[in-house]
């Protein structure tokens, strides 16, 4: 998957702008808030039918517009979402198509943001959010599967509430778990065993240094029926007692270590921006061999907080096979020898001439 041209209209601070893309490198720099990040969001938004930090959908349309289009050319393809203060239309070469989910995965992004650092220090429930969105985009199964177990985790803890328990529903709803549950333990270890494998040898490459790094999937069940079966048997007292379902897939963790020790508590600001960045690597790899296809990469804000070396090894380690877009203030300390496509943005002046 390759972006030709991104063409964007009463998009946050653009009122009309146009970007060919190139093929591998794509480099955009300017100072803040020239609207840098504001480009990754729409093609983010185009990939996921929903932006990575507004809110609200009509945050994304230029102040006093009243309406915002993005329209992306890939080989063969347009995709356009135009938004308005009532909602949103998505169209694929000018079909307007009614269900998200029809539209979502015919652009694969992987995004980096800064603030994903926080997948390291949050609780698990970010953490999973995290796995959950990059697996239900690679496997509709997991989607399904997801989308059935919370229903009836919310069923489920609806009954637990209540003051006399039908327990025939409960062990229905409790029957009908188990294949879901299978499923996404499934799906949950097959990438994480793929990340376990793949994260320090970019980590290594991006740092030039051999750290031991290891993710652990904290797990509920092992996938197969009976074990399920026995996990949920196991809890159903403790269950009764607080009222809720007290273990299963929904609180599962992920466990980074770094040199064996948690990364939260070991490992700089630098290493785990590398670390982040080997993550975001190791998914682009898992993404073309589950799915065949090559995500775009886009990295906003990659470069802070990394030493000159680091920043230089970046470029060149980063596959020239994807696309990918990465935002900066400045590059005078990017090695330009990699070939790439450079993008510099200056501060507009509005209406105003503020
Ligand atoms: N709906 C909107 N209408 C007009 N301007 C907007 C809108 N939303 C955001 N902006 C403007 O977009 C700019 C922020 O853009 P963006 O976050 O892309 O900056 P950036 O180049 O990534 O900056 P930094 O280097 O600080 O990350 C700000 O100047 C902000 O005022
Ligand atoms: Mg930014």
Do not use: W
């Amino acid at each position: 998957m390759k972006i030709d041209n991104i063409d964007l209209t009463n998009f946050r601070n653009y009122k009309r702008t146009n970007l060919k893309l190139y093929p591998s490198k794509n480099i955009i720099i300017g100072n803040n808030g020239t609207g840098k990040t504001n480009i990754l969001e729409s093609i983010y938004l185009v990939a996921n039918t929903r932006s990575f930090r507004a809110n609200d959908d009509s945050e994304m349309i230029l102040k006093g517009e009243e309406s915002s289009r993005v329209i992306i050319n890939t080989e063969g393809h347009d995709y356009k979402v135009i938004i308005t203060k009532n909602g949103k239309n998505l169209f694929i070469d000018n079909t307007n198509i009614k269900k998200a989910s029809d539209f979502i995965g015919h652009i694969n992004a992987v995004l980096f943001k800064p603030d994903d650092l926080e997948l390291f220090s949050h609780g698990p429930r970010y953490r999973r959010k995290t796995i959950d969105l990059e697996l239900s985009k690679i496997s509709k199964e997991y989607l399904n599967a997801i989308l059935t177990y919370n229903k009836l985790i919310k069923d489920k803890n609806a009954l637990l509430k209540e003051n006399v328990i039908d327990d025939i529903y409960l062990n229905t709803l409790e029957d009908r778990m188990i294949k879901p549950i299978s499923v996404i333990i499934k799906e949950r270890e097959l990438l994480i065993d793929h990340l376990d494998h793949n994260i320090k040898e970019y980590y290594a490459k991006l740092s030039g240094h051999h750290e031991d790094i290891k993710i652990e999937y904290k797990k509920c069940s092992e996938a197969d029926y009976d074990s399920i079966k026995k996990m949920i048997n196991d809890n159903h007292r403790r269950d009764l007692f607080y009222h809720y379902a007290v273990t299963g897939p929904h609180k599962d963790d992920y466990i980074f270590y770094f040199n064996g020790s948690e990364v939260i508590n070991y490992a700089s600001q630098g290493q785990k921006r590398l670390l982040m960045l080997s993550f975001k690597l190791s998914i682009v790899d898992y993404i073309i061999k589950r799915t065949d296809e090559r995500p775009i990469l886009l990295l906003d804000d990659i470069l802070s907080e990394l030493d000159i070396d680091n920043k230089r090894r970046l470029l060149s380690i980063l596959p020239n096979n994807i696309q990918t877009i990465i935002t900066a203030t400045d590059i005078k300390d990017i090695d330009l020898k990699e070939d790439h496509r450079l993008f510099k943005l200056e501060r507009r002046r509005n209406e105003n001439g503020q």
